[in-house]
């Protein structure tokens, strides 16, 4: 993971799949080790989306307007850039769907990025 430094990552702990050999095998990993690899494979992936996100502070991307924020609705609409990053930034989703526009970064978290439009 440290040299791939992944823009997302989904995890989960390993749980047993019906009708697997390893299913059946009688030294299978304790809940607590499986709780502990996954909190740390889950801290290293958000200090890296963190890391990826700053990335893009201050620079104008291009992305593609999709829909609204759903945490504000009614200001703020949420898009992609050519790399997957969300984009929330004020804007009216009548207007922008569908459409490309350039948005100036502003702000950095873990998962998205927030922006002006440019």
């Known amino acids: 993971m440290e040299e791939v430094k992944f823009d997302n990552l989904n995890t989960f702990a ?5 009708n697997t050999e390893a299913a059946l095998w009688d030294d299978q990993i304790p809940e607590d080790v499986k709780a502990d690899r996954l909190q740390r494979v889950q801290d290293l992936a958000a200090k890296h989306g963190l890391e990826r996100s700053e990335r893009y502070l201050g620079r104008t991307v291009e992305v593609l307007v999709e829909d609204a ?6 200001q703020q609409v949420m898009g992609r850039t050519r790399q997957g990053r969300q984009v929330y930034f004020d804007g009216c989703l009548d207007d922008l769907r569908g459409t490309f526009v350039d948005v100036e970064i502003t702000e950095a ?4 990025l927030t922006g002006k439009l440019a």
Do not use: F
């Not at 924020?69 to 009614?74: G, I, S």
């Not at 978290?109 to 998205?112: F, V």
């Open 69 to 74: 924020n759903p945490r504000n609705p009614k």
């Open 14 to 18: 390993y749980s047993p799949r019906p």
């Open 109 to 112: 978290r873990t998962w998205s």
